[in-house]
């Protein structure tokens, strides 16, 4: 196991960002508004919360006007949060907390399980749906449109149910069962509900531009029948791929069944009844990673009143499966255990009422529900969410589920300059509490046993040059997930130091070996591969190969002791001394000169001995022969070298070695 190592670099590059947000929805849940302590007409009793800043504490708000038994939907901006409308399917607020002008005598009831549900048409227009608790009048629509003055101006409207548009029938005789699914292409809806009576579902397609007044009929599942209140929700996975219909009891030995579908959110389609319980059922919802179900149950028929929380494991999609999971997150005596519904922090909260009152001042939290049985931290209303003196009643607000699904991570975070030799950092930052465990792969073979990590960060120093694939795996209870990303690990240019002697009045190139960079930037301003220089000081060379850089200094010095040797404007430079002594100064002798086309120097000891020769300039004498180390004496040169008129001009000398 690699050290973790917290990484401080300013410096480092973000080349891939994942999303990292402690917010699981869309900000049009922000705001919760529920409950109430009368059947009817207004009340000064409903619940409110604000789930503005859920990375530290959501907070009970009371500024509602709206009494909701049961059913209730509300709707935030999505871009800012802020209020827009809430209703219990009889009346309309508007963000005043006033009843829009237009805004009463809606078609539903405050005592159905479902009875509304808002869905945006456009920016600025909203669909509001309503279903009755009877099933007599059935499921309605209305449009609410934010242009107009409704309570406020002209210039600042608070918008207003458009009068053409209100209270449109979609379905007469359906169930107290409103949900709505996005489409398989993210930019429309289906709105389901179920018939009053037999196995019919009932799914609208619902557009920008309309809802299609035909619905995509399902004959699938339980009969309901006739007699009896189909209470109890329908809620929809938040990946849209699954619902779950439950029914409550009313008749002791009646078998209602509560069951699982599939849902094909590219067609309308439901099929696939899987029966997970014949008991009285109200709440239900899917985790938000859709891997877990919660239901509710109460018995009231018999005594004592009692009521439970099971939680299903839908990893594995089939019958036996999903009944044989069931956990039993909480059982507890005269309480009813009602609405769960998902919030914007990844929370699920729960309705639980006190049967005494039928009323809860507080909401029942699952802390983590994608967790499997107890790890999902349920708090029971007394250490949950207080609610500032509000009452909650049987219902919360009904959203589209889609809004709390867990994002799926496509990517993941990885710094660096990637050059050879640098470290390379990897980090998970995703938010998903479905991970059990992350293993790194790096794609890097011949790294060994250091190819592979684990841990939510790792680092890896690659082994060479060119691109890996790095694969991170993530381990669920029901999947393993694999996100991948090429990494190009560039060649890592070297600085390097050199120092150069001159003679007075000449000139030196100064360059670098390699020639494989992209770019050459010279202290001077110059960005050729090297530069001529007479002046002596330091100079800095700044390398560049795709995103990694290198620094070169050139240390030019005064060269001591040298001879000047002129003929016909061409001029060579020697020196009279040098000494060898590996100190980085006047360590060989070296001929240099300007306009040079041809030179041979060839150096004799005292008895006549040749003992170095050379054709390069840039050559110089280190002071052996063979790689045997001469001693201090004095030396003679021979040197020929042709100038740029074509002639050859021989010079002749000494030079000391000094040791």
Same mark, same amino acid.
């Given at each position: ?42 009340? =000064?009793?409903?619940? /409110? ?8 504490? =959501? ?56 009875? @509304?549900?808002?869905?945006? @048409? ?21 449009? #609410? ?82 007699? #009896? ?38 067609? /309308? ?53 999903? #009944?044989?999971? &069931? ?121 060994? @046993? ?25 381990? &669920? ?8 990303? =090429? ?20 000139? %030196? ?13 010279? @202290? ?86 040749? %003992? ?48």
């Amino acid at each position: 196991m690699k050290y973790r190592e917290t990484i401080m670099n300013s410096c480092l590059i973000l080349i891939a960002l994942s999303i990292n947000t402690v917010l699981f929805a869309q900000l049009e849940s922000r705001y919760w508004y529920f409950g109430g302590d009368n059947e009817s007409g207004p009340t =000064m009793d409903a619940a /409110g919360l604000d789930f503005e800043n859920v990375s530290s504490t =959501m907070f009970a708000i009371t500024n509602s006007n709206l009494n909701a038994y049961e059913g209730c939907a509300v709707m935030s901006d999505k871009n800012t949060g802020d209020l827009l409308f809430y209703t219990n399917s009889l009346d309309i607020w508007d963000k005043s907390h006033n009843v829009m002008p237009n805004g009463t005598g809606l078609m539903g009831d405050i005592s159905t399980t479902q009875s @509304s549900l808002v869905l945006p @048409s456009t920016i600025d227009r909203f669909y509001v749906f309503t279903s009755d608790n009877t099933g007599v009048d059935g499921l309605f629509y209305s449009m #609410v449109n934010m242009n107009l003055p409704g309570n406020g101006t002209i210039n600042d409207p608070l918008g207003d149910v458009i009068p053409g548009d209100k209270n449109i029938r979609l379905y007469n005789r359906t169930a107290e069962k409103l949900v709505a699914v996005e489409h398989k292409n993210e930019n429309e809806f289906w709105v389901l509900s179920h018939t009053m009576l037999g196995d019919t579902f009932l799914a609208f397609h619902v557009t920008p531009s309309g809802i299609d007044p035909i619905p995509v009929k399902s004959n699938v599942g339980y009969a309901y029948p006739a007699g #009896v209140s189909q209470y109890g929700y329908l809620k929809a996975s938040p990946d849209g791929k699954h619902l779950v219909a439950v029914m409550g009891l009313q008749t002791i030995g009646a078998e209602y069944r509560s069951q699982l579908f599939d849902f094909d959110n590219a067609t /309308g389609i439901v099929k696939n009844p899987i029966t997970i319980g014949y008991t009285a059922n109200y709440g239900a919802s899917f985790s938000p990673d859709s891997k877990k179900l919660y239901v509710t149950e109460t018995q009231s028929w018999i005594s004592p009143f009692y009521s439970k929380l099971f939680q299903f494991d839908l990893c594995d999609w089939d019958s036996a499966s999903i #009944v044989n999971s &069931r956990v039993t997150i909480d059982s507890t005596l005269d309480v009813f255990h009602a609405a769960l519904q998902l919030g914007m922090d990844g929370k699920m909260y729960m309705a639980s009422l006190k049967v005494s009152t039928m009323a809860s001042d507080s909401l029942a939290v699952i802390d983590e529900p994608n967790k499997k049985g107890v790890a999902c931290n349920y708090r029971r209303p007394g250490n949950g969410i207080y609610l500032n003196g509000r009452k909650s009643r049987f219902g919360l607000p009904n959203f589209l589920d889609a809004y709390f699904k867990t994002p799926e991570a496509d990517s993941f975070t990885v710094t660096s300059s990637f050059c050879h030799t640098d470290t390379v950092y990897f980090m998970d930052e995703f938010v998903d509490s479905t991970v059990l465990s992350r293993v790194w792969n790096f794609g890097d073979t011949l790294a060994g @046993s250091d190819n592979i990590d684990s841990g939510d960060n790792s680092y890896h120093i690659f082994s060479d040059t060119g691109t890996y694939l790095v694969r991170l795996l993530l381990e &669920r209870s029901c999947e393993v997930d694999t996100l991948e990303q =090429m990494i190009t690990i560039n060649h890592q240019p070297v600085g390097e130091k050199y120092e150069i002697f001159i003679c007075e009045d000449s000139t %030196v190139t100064l360059s670098v070996e390699d020639t494989i960079y992209d770019s050459y930037l010279w @202290s001077t301003g110059e960005i050729s591969s090297s530069i001529e220089v007479q002046t002596i000081g330091e100079y800095f060379l700044e390398l560049q190969l795709a995103d990694c850089f290198a620094e070169s200094q050139f240390d030019v010095l005064r060269k001591e002791g040298c001879i000047s040797i002129t003929d016909n404007d061409e001029s060579i430079f020697t020196p009279n001394v040098f000494s060898p002594n590996n100190n980085d100064h006047n360590d060989k002798f070296y001929v240099m000169g300007e306009n040079i086309e041809f030179l041979k120097l060839m150096i004799y000891d005292r008895w006549g001995n040749q %003992v170095f020769e050379t054709s390069d300039i840039n050559q110089g004498w280190d002071g052996t022969n063979d790689g045997l180390v001469l001693g201090s004496d004095v030396y003679t040169y021979h040197l020929e070298y042709k100038n740029l008129k074509e002639s050859i001009n021989t010079r002749i000398g000494n030079v000391t070695l000094l040791r």
